[in-house]
């Protein structure tokens, strides 16, 4: 049961600051658009592509990295560290 509570608590840890990002990365955009917003429709069109460009960056950076992780768990697992260190 120890074991358990454990990994409860490493999960939050992890959980925790990602949420916390996530909040206000969403928080930034609505900023945006309500300063923005101001200025005229054109301005919230040019605000909105923009966002599109920025979210499929981030899009192929969390697919990269998703990749990188999975990859580099594989050679920890078989402690290749050659392979682990290569990976970087």
Do not use: C, H, W
Not at 36 to 44: A, K, M, W, Y
Not at 60 to 88: C, H, P, W
């Amino acid at each position: 049961m120890e074991k358990r509570e454990s990994f409860e608590r490493t999960v939050v840890r992890i959980a925790l600051p990602v949420t916390i990002q996530s909040l206000l990365q969403s928080s930034f955009s609505v900023i945006d658009q309500v300063m923005i917003g101001q200025l005229g429709s054109s301005s919230i069109a040019g605000i909105g592509l923009g966002g599109k460009f920025v979210s499929l960056y981030s899009v192929v950076l969390a697919a990269i990295a998703s990749a990188a992780g999975i990859t580099i768990s594989q050679y920890m697992g078989k402690k290749d560290e050659k392979s682990v260190n290569r990976s970087f």
